[in-house]
């Protein structure tokens, strides 16, 4: 089964950008949009951040030595589909943008990735988490990076049920990622023998969490997960705190949490939290040499998993549009080559891109340290364990995407 799937993603890769190259439209000149929440909750994981990183890809590419024109414009989506579509569609019919970064918000996330397919450019996804971008709203335009819901349910949510938070309670933000990060953790907890007892959803951008605690606590479970990101992970567990619910014997788990969650919670209050990445600034010395580098630039933060994933998704596109000869303008054309293509960077290191364009690499389980564990700024995590490529993320073949075929 599994060498039937790669022979189909290679030959429709070969097809389809064996046609593009065949137009002769190909040039040197790229435009990249770098779309995120530049002043909202995910501000912090993106945004700003996130131009800085693919900058710094532009640059490393090495492609402008070699006379290629390549412009980074960037725009806040607010954290709202409708206007994160609007601003594609102006990126693309005038400013004539070939590809898409950063999208953190999973709302936003998905009507830009119908937009992308639509008016065919590239769409390289490292901050929407829901795993609905490569199920069945996956495209021939899209690869998501980094993470997305599955990997998170099946990080976090398994490692605490196994041991033995095996009863359950969620905080759901109440927009596409917290249901899709609900729904795929609450199919790994019944999985693997665990119960859920109820969930309550919020708005986003909460900032008053204490009725949704108040049911948390009532319920009794062993787990309050936190399906939602940001603002509301760090307002929610301020809050409980102020509770007593860990206190009370309950267990909270931040289901995607960020360095700069931690940070802005600070150590006595996250110490002991579980959570899975993909990407820490500290991980390795090519790791730690990158956030160098990115913090001569940018002095707020060390880089997140989400500036991780636009500058290594962007480092890939760049080598694929190098191997074809130029840029065709054809979005298909280019994400086909990213997929022939294995994938290897400093960051994440040795990888590949899927048929369904999930791009697989290890994730990593950590523990946030306790204040005396830490020894320099931003030391917060402590591995735990870590989760191969190839489990870390749904098994092809159980893909729900239209364009796997199972033979």
């Given at each position: 089964?599994?060498?039937?799937?790669?022979?189909?993603?290679?030959?429709?890769?070969l097809?389809?950008?064996?046609?593009?190259l065949a137009?002769?439209?190909?040039?040197?000149?790229?435009?990249?949009?770098?779309?995120?929440?530049?002043?909202?909750?995910?501000?912090?994981?993106?945004?700003?951040?996130?131009a800085v990183?693919?900058?710094?890809?532009?640059?490393?590419s090495?492609?402008?030595?070699k006379?290629?024109?390549?412009?980074?414009?960037?725009?806040?989506?607010?954290?709202?589909?409708?206007?994160?579509?609007?601003?594609a569609?102006q990126?693309?019919?005038?400013e004539?943008?070939?590809?898409?970064?950063?999208?953190?918000?999973?709302g936003v996330g998905?009507?830009?990735?119908?937009?992308?397919?639509?008016?065919?450019?590239?769409n390289l996804?490292?901050?929407?988490?829901s795993?609905?971008?490569?199920?069945?709203?996956?495209?021939?335009?899209?690869?998501?990076?980094?993470?997305?819901?599955?990997?998170?349910?099946?990080?976090t949510?398994?490692?605490?049920?196994?041991?033995g938070?095996?009863?359950?309670?969620?905080?759901?933000?109440?927009?596409?990622?917290?249901?899709?990060?609900?729904r795929?953790?609450?199919?790994?907890?019944k999985?693997?023998g665990?119960q859920?007892?109820?969930?309550?959803?919020?708005?986003l951008n909460?900032s008053?969490?204490?009725?949704?605690?108040?049911?948390?606590?009532?319920?009794?479970?062993?787990?309050v997960?936190?399906?939602n990101?940001g603002?509301d992970?760090?307002n929610?567990?301020?809050?409980?705190?102020?509770?007593?619910?860990?206190?009370?014997?309950?267990k909270l788990?931040?289901?995607?949490?960020?360095?700069?969650?931690?940070?802005?919670l600070?150590?006595?209050?996250?110490?002991?939290?579980?959570?899975?990445e993909?990407?820490?600034?500290?991980?390795?010395?090519?790791?730690?040499?990158?956030t160098?580098?990115?913090?001569?630039?940018?002095?707020?933060?060390?880089?997140t998993?989400?500036?991780?994933?636009?500058?290594?998704?962007?480092i890939?596109?760049?080598k694929?549009l190098?191997a074809?000869g130029g840029?065709?303008?054809?979005g298909?054309?280019?994400?086909?080559?990213?997929?022939?293509?294995?994938?290897?960077?400093p960051?994440?290191?040795?990888?590949?891109?899927?048929?369904?364009g999930?791009?697989?690499?290890?994730?990593?389980?950590?523990?946030?340290?306790?204040?005396?564990?830490?020894?320099?700024p931003?030391?917060?995590?402590?591995?735990?364990?870590?989760?191969p490529a190839?489990?870390?993320?749904?098994?092809l073949e159980?893909?729900?995407?239209?364009?796997?075929?199972k033979?």
């Amino acid at each position: 089964m599994k060498r039937s799937i790669a022979a189909l993603v290679l030959t429709t890769s070969l097809v389809v950008a064996g046609s593009a190259l065949a137009q002769g439209k190909l040039d040197k000149v790229v435009k990249v949009g770098s779309l995120g929440d530049q002043s909202s909750l995910y501000a912090d994981i993106g945004g700003p951040g996130s131009a800085v990183t693919a900058q710094m890809a532009i640059e490393d590419s090495g492609l402008l030595a070699k006379g290629w024109k390549i412009d980074l414009i960037t725009a806040d989506h607010q954290n709202k589909p409708d206007i994160g579509t609007n601003i594609a569609k102006q990126w693309i019919d005038v400013e004539k943008v070939d590809v898409v970064v950063d999208l953190a918000s999973s709302g936003v996330g998905l009507a830009v990735a119908n937009v992308a397919k639509e008016k065919n450019i590239v769409n390289l996804n490292s901050g929407s988490a829901s795993s609905d971008l490569t199920g069945l709203q996956c495209s021939p335009n899209t690869v998501h990076w980094v993470y997305d819901t599955y990997m998170l349910a099946n990080g976090t949510g398994k490692a605490l049920v196994k041991s033995g938070g095996d009863s359950w309670f969620f905080l759901t933000a109440d927009y596409a990622f917290g249901m899709a990060l609900e729904r795929d953790t609450a199919a790994v907890v019944k999985a693997n023998g665990g119960q859920v007892l109820g969930g309550v959803k919020h708005p986003l951008n909460n900032s008053d969490f204490s009725s949704f605690l108040l049911q948390a606590q009532s319920s009794k479970a062993k787990i309050v997960g936190l399906a939602n990101a940001g603002g509301d992970t760090t307002n929610a567990i301020k809050q409980a705190a102020e509770f007593g619910i860990v206190a009370g014997g309950q267990k909270l788990a931040g289901m995607l949490m960020f360095i700069t969650d931690v940070h802005a919670l600070g150590l006595n209050v996250s110490q002991g939290l579980n959570f899975t990445e993909t990407f820490y600034w500290d991980m390795n010395d090519k790791t730690r040499a990158f956030t160098r580098r990115f913090n001569e630039k940018y002095k707020k933060s060390p880089p997140t998993m989400v500036h991780a994933g636009v500058y290594s998704s962007l480092i890939h596109y760049f080598k694929a549009l190098e191997a074809l000869g130029g840029n065709p303008h054809d979005g298909a054309a280019v994400v086909a080559k990213m997929k022939e293509m294995p994938t290897d960077d400093p960051l994440f290191g040795a990888g590949s891109i899927r048929a369904d364009g999930r791009k697989i690499h290890p994730a990593y389980l950590f523990e946030v340290k306790k204040p005396a564990e830490s020894k320099y700024p931003w030391d917060y995590y402590k591995l735990v364990a870590t989760i191969p490529a190839d489990e870390a993320f749904i098994p092809l073949e159980k893909s729900v995407c239209p364009m796997v075929k199972k033979s």
